[in-house]
């Protein structure tokens, strides 16, 4: 079973193509019933979603941050992630990276694909989701079913990101 849980976190990818096929709004919700589980400090929950189905919302939001957005253009659908910095001043962008986190990882257990673009409070993006002011839209998730199967992307080694007891200049840890 360990072994099933290690595959399945190593085979997600983004996914930026996808295929001309609806995601029906069960699955969203599915997806999002269990992105609601996601840590958040003091489990303040400091997020809110946002479903788009329609396909000219899509488009529209694919043309407002030129190669970034591009993979919502053919988008079946896709979820924005709206988070409250009034709840959680100083932690509601990495709570709303948890979130997104579960978000892709729903999504890739139930045979979709995903990619994450960054808004950041992108004011076109949020204006073309009615996004009130005081809310901040950290990213929108790309989601349809997959028509690629990109390798995995390059990661750097091991040996030059760990560090054993306390911080020291790469070289000088040779544990690994
Ligand atoms: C914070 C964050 C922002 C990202 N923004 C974009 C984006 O705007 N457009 C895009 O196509 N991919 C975006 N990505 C996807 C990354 O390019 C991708 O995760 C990375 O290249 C590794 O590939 P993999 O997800 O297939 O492992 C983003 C990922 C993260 C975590």
Redo the contacts with the bound molecule.
């Keep these: 079973m360990e072994k099933v849980y290690i595959e399945f976190l190593l085979s997600?990818?983004?996914i930026?193509k996808f295929k001309d096929k609806e995601v029906s709004k069960d699955i969203l919700l599915k997806i999002l019933d269990i992105a609601r589980y996601a840590p958040s400090a003091r489990n303040a929950q400091p997020w809110e979603y946002i479903v788009i189905t329609d396909k000219s919302i899509i488009r529209e939001l694919s043309k407002t941050?030129g190669l970034?957005?591009?993979?919502l253009e053919n988008a079946a659908a896709a979820i924005a992630v709206v988070t409250d910095p009034s709840i959680s001043p100083n932690t509601h962008m990495i709570d709303g990276?948890c979130t997104t986190m579960y978000i892709l990882l729903a999504a890739h257990a139930l045979g979709l694909g995903a990619?994450?673009?960054?808004a950041l409070d992108h004011p076109v993006m949020k204006k073309i989701l009615r996004i009130p002011e005081n809310k901040f839209l950290l990213?929108i998730i790309a989601l349809g079913y997959p028509d690629e199967k990109?390798k995995?992307?390059p990661r750097k080694p091991l040996n030059e990101l760990v560090h054993y007891e306390t911080y020291k200049s790469i070289g000088e840890s040779k544990d690994i």
């Design positions: 997600r990818r983004s930026r941050r970034a957005s591009k993979p990276a990619v994450w673009i960054n990213c990109p995995a992307k």
